[in-house]
């Protein structure tokens, strides 16, 4: 792998992980599940969760329901009793620094097999993931909507889709995907080069550094374990840009420790929040 700066983060990654036995390919495909994954579902991402071993065409897949990664169907079984939401995660990662349309093809190619209804034709590493799927269809009208999935291609090079000749070929693959009547709410896709996967890395690490102005604030008194600390008031806007990742997702693994991540817009709690932000005489009255 040409890339020096992914070459080591990967290296970190084996050592944290133990995993210096495997190949380097297999290390990549657990690298970029972690990257994709762990900072959006870090309480149920393991790599035994989503790793597909030796299938052709897909490295990893995540079945999501309620904000979980499930990987049984009797947990499948349980989360699904109520209403519930559900996403189809998949990815495929290669060490190389071109990127491979075949592969890409190969990839996509997988991922309709799998939404299709011919079980013989599934991998036999995708037979759990598969028959959870046939359980969240079955139970559909418990859906508060139909699922999302999104598929991920990660490589070490450099990619620019305005550039690239073949962006015709994977917005080909992503239409026919959404073109799968019944099934899918959205279809998201992503290339990750290397520069893309190494920001997601250090998301991981939650190394992440924003700018933001705070220019209303007083110093708190000294706390142990702290070199500082503030408090003070800063714009709705600002305070998005601190806790939204690099695609402007809610970056999920900053509230590790903190319950008020995001419960969804069916609570009480959250309903009156919603209300309160929609009130053009209450909004004020969000910060007390």
Known sequence: MDNIILTGMLKDFVTRHELE?????????KFANYCLLKTDYY????????????????????????????????????????????????????????????????????VKVFFGTDEAAIPKEL?????????????????????????AYVYSGKFDLEKSRI???????????????????DVVWYVHDGDSIARL????????????????????????????????????????????KENGELNKGLFFENVRDFLGDINPVNEDIAQTIRNPDERDRLPY
């Open 43 to 110: 309480d149920s991402f393991e790599f035994e969760k989503v790793g597909t071993g030796e299938c052709i065409g897909v490295d990893g897949v995540a079945v999501v329901i309620g904000g979980v990664i499930v990987n049984e169907l009797d947990d499948a079984s349980q989360f699904t009793k109520g209403q519930f939401e559900a996403k189809f995660v998949f990815s495929q990662a290669k060490t190389s620094a071109k990127f491979d349309l075949g592969d890409f093809l190969k990839f996509t190619s997988t």
């Open 201 to 244: 890395y250090r998301e991981t690490q939650n190394d992440i550094q924003k700018e933001i102005s705070f220019q209303r604030h007083v110093a708190l008194p000294p706390i142990t374990g702290a070199r500082a600390a503030y408090l003070g008031v800063v714009k709705c806007e600002d305070y998005v840009k601190l806790i939204q």
């Open 127 to 151: 037979i759990e993931a598969f028959s959870i799927k046939k359980l969240i269809y079955e139970r559909a009208s418990k859906l508060r909507q139909l699922p999302t999935i999104e598929i």
């Open 167 to 185: 962006a015709p070929n994977i917005e080909g693959e992503v239409a026919a995907l959404k073109a799968m009547p019944y099934l899918f709410s």
């Open 21 to 29: 036995e495997e190949t380097l390919d297999r290390q990549f495909e």
